[in-house]
C-alpha cells in the first residue's frame, strides 16, 4: 500500500508560486521542466532546482525551443554557483548532481575496514525528518539478536533484512531493490564480526562456505566466491573485509556462528562470560576471480580482533590447549587469550608476519580490535569486586610496541551509575568509536595518542541498550529514543532525533552522506514507542526551511 501510495503521489500536481520549492532538499530523482521545453522559461532559479536533486546522481533534464537565444541555459546554469556536471545528450542539457561536500560512507558493520565506527561526515544539526516508511517491522530480524548493521555507499542505504537484503534510496526512502540470500543471518554480531561489505560497485555477502558478489545498482548476482576449503573437513566462510582488490576471509566450523533466533540465544548473548566466535585461519581472495592468494594459519583466531589498517591485517591469535582442543568454534573470551595469545600483524598482500607480540588482556565479556593513524587498539570488558571495567590498550601498528593502557568503570544503562554485574543492556560489549584524535568508549571519551582521558561525558538520556555510531562532530545512540550526542560538548544526555521510535539493540543509526538515516530495527519491540518503521534525517540548515518533527 505505501509503495502504491508513492507512485500515486508522483501523479499529483503542486501548484506553487514565490522563489523556493516547498520540499525538503535532497529530495528528487530527476527534475523536468515543461515550461523551459515549450515556453522558453525558466522561472525558478538554478541553485533551487539543484537543491532539491538528490545527491550521487540525481539529475535535471532540460531543453528550451529551438528558437531560444544562444547562451540562456548556460547563463541559467552559470548564476547557481553550484558544483553539478553539465552534459549536453541529443539535445537535452543534463545537469547531474555529485556527492555531497564532507560526506561519509558506511561500507562495514563499524564503517570501514579498520572498525573505527566512525564515518567522518561533517554534518551539523539539528536535524529534521527526511523521511520515513519502508521497510517496517516484518522482514527484520528481532532486535535482541543484534544483527548486522545497515549499510551506506553513493546514496544507496543497504539494510539488512532476515536472510535478505532491501536496498531503498537514502535520500528518499524510495525501493530500489530486495534480495532474498538464504540462510544468509547472522546474529549477535558483536561476538563475532560483519559478514558484508560494499566494495566499489559490488555488495559482498557471506552465506555458509561462499561469498555472493552482488550489484548494487539492480540487486543481480553477479557471481559467487567459494571460501577455500576442503571437501573432507567443510568449514564456513566467518570474518569479511577487504584490502585493495582482494577479499579478507576466515574459515570456521559449520555450527560456529549464532544464526537461529530464539529466547535461549538471546540468553546465550547477554550478560557476563558469554561465548565469542573464533576461527581457525585466514586467507585473501582475488575479490574478481575467487584466486587464492595468501593463507594464515596457526592457532585460532578471534572474528572480533580482526582489523585491517593500511597495508596490513592485525588480529589477535589464541595457541594454548583450551583453544586448540574446542571444536565448535565458540569459546569464553579468558579461555581464549589464557597463556599464549598474541598481537600478529601480516602483509595483507602476501600474508606474510611481519611482527607478532604476546599479549595478556584481562578481557572477559567482550574483545576488539580496531585503529586508525598508527595506533592499534584493544578493548574489552572484564568484572573486579562488584565492578564492572573496561580496559583500552593502545599498540603502534609499525612494530607492536606498547603505546598507553587505561582504564575506566562502566556506567549502566541510564549512564548514571555503576553498571551492573551480569546486565542485559549491553552493559559488557560497548564498542569504542574512533574520531581523527579522539576515542569515545561509552561514556567517556580519551585521548589517541595518549589514553589521557578528556573532559567529556556522553550520558544515554534514558534507558535502553546498543553501541554508538559516529560522524565528526557526533555520537549516535538509544537513550530511550534515537539520539545525536553532541562531541564539542563537555556532558550531554544527547538531542532526541524523534520521541516515537526506537532504534535497535547494537548499531542502528548510520550518519553518512550528509544525512541520518535509521533503518527499522526495533522488530519484536515491546516497548511503549508507536512507531516501527525506518527514518531519514537531514540538517534543518540545508534542507531549505521544511522542518518536520516526530
Request: proline content about 5%; charged content about 20%.
Amino acid at each position: 500500500p505505501l509503495r502504491r501510495q508513492r507512485q500515486m503521489c508522483i501523479r499529483d500536481r503542486h501548484h506553487v508560486d514565490g522563489d523556493a520549492l516547498p520540499y525538503t532538499s535532497y529530495l528528487a530523482n530527476l527534475v523536468v521542466s515543461e515550461e523551459a521545453l515549450f515556453a522558453g522559461a525558466l522561472s525558478w532559479a538554478a541553485d533551487e532546482v539543484y537543491r532539491v536533486l538528490r545527491p550521487y546522481g540525481g539529475k535535471a533534464l532540460l531543453r528550451l525551443p529551438d528558437d531560444a537565444p544562444d547562451g540562456a541555459l548556460d547563463a541559467w546554469l552559470g548564476d547557481s554557483g553550484t558544483d553539478a556536471h553539465v552534459a549536453m545528450k541529443d539535445g537535452w542539457t543534463v545537469v547531474t548532481r555529485g556527492a555531497v561536500p564532507g560526506a561519509g560512507e558506511w561500507t562495514q558493520l563499524y564503517a570501514d575496514a579498520s572498525h573505527t565506527a566512525c564515518s567522518g561526515d561533517q554534518l551539523r544539526g539539528p536535524v529534521t525528518v527526511q523521511w520515513f516508511g519502508d521497510p517496517g517491522p516484518r522482514e527484520m530480524v528481532d532486535r535482541h539478536h543484534r544483527p548486522m548493521s545497515s549499510m551506506f555507499q553513493k546514496g544507496r542505504l543497504f539494510i539488512t533484512g532476515d536472510d535478505k537484503i532491501i536496498t531503498v534510496d537514502g535520500y528518499n526512502g524510495f525501493p530500489l531493490w530486495e534480495l532474498e540470500v538464504p540462510d544468509s543471518r547472522r546474529i549477535g554480531v558483536m561476538k563475532s564480526s560483519g559478514h558484508q561489505l560494499l566494495a566499489d560497485d559490488r555488495l559482498y555477502i557471506v552465506r555458509a562456505d561462499e561469498c555472493w558478489a552482488v550489484d548494487v545498482a539492480t540487486g543481480r548476482l553477479a557471481y559467487i566466491l567459494k571460501a577455500p576449503t576442503a571437501e573432507e573437513a567443510p568449514l564456513h566462510w566467518g570474518y569479511l573485509n577487504t584490502v585493495d582488490d582482494m577479499l579478507i576471509g576466515s574459515l570456521q566450523t559449520a555450527d560456529a556462528n549464532f544464526e537461529r533466533m530464539s529466547k535461549m540465544m538471546v540468553q546465550m548473548l547477554e550478560g557476563d562470560f558469554r561465548p565469542v566466535i573464533m576461527s581457525e585461519s585466514l586467507f585473501a581472495l582475488d575479490r574478481n576471480t575467487g584466486e587464492l592468494r595468501w593463507r594464515h594459519e596457526n592457532g585460532r583466531i578471534l572474528d572480533a580482533m580482526i582489523t585491517v589498517a593500511g597495508e596490513r591485517i592485525f588480529l589477535v591469535e589464541s595457541r594454548n590447549a583450551p583453544t586448540l582442543d574446542t571444536t565448535n568454534g565458540r569459546i569464553r573470551i579468558p579461555e581464549f587469550l589464557g597463556e599464549e595469545a598474541y598481537l600478529v600483524a601480516l602483509n595483507a598482500h602476501t600474508g606474510a608476519v611481519e611482527w607478532e607480540r604476546q599479549v595478556n588482556f584481562p578481557f572477559e565479556h567482550i574483545a576488539y580490535l580496531n585503529g586508525r593513524d598508527g595506533i592499534l587498539l584493544a578493548s574489552g570488558s572484564c568484572n573486579e569486586g562488584d565492578r564492572l571495567y573496561y580496559d583500552l590498550f593502545a599498540f603502534a601498528m609499525d612494530d607492536g610496541a606498547d603505546k598507553w593502557h587505561t582504564r575506566f568503570v562502566g556506567l549502566n544503562i541510564c549512564g548514571t551509575d555503576i553498571s551492573p554485574l551480569d546486565g542485559s543492556h549491553g552493559e559488557q560489549w560497548q564498542h569504542p568509536v574512533l574520531t581523527e584524535d579522539t576515542i569515545y568508549a561509552r561514556p567517556f571519551a580519551f585521548s589517541l595518542e595518549t589514553g589521557e582521558q578528556k573532559d567529556y561525558i556522553a550520558y544515554r538520556g534514558g534507558h535502553g541498550c546498543g553501541g554508538l555510531t559516529g560522524s565528526a562532530h557526533y555520537l549516535y545512540g538509544r537513550g530511550a529514543v534515537p539520539r545525536m550526542y553532541p562531541m564539542y560538548e563537555t556532558s550531554t544526555e544527547g538531542i532526541p532525533l524523534t520521541e516515537v521510535s526506537r532504534p535497535g539493540c547494537f548499531l542502528n543509526i548510520i550518519p553518512a552522506g550528509g544525512i541520518i538515516m535509521a533503518p527499522e530495527s526495533s522488530s519484536g519491540c515491546t516497548c511503549a514507542y508507536p512507531l516501527q518503521t525506518s527514518f531519514g534525517f537531514i540538517p534543518v540548515a540545508v534542507a531549505g526551511g521544511v522542518q518536520r518533527e516526530f
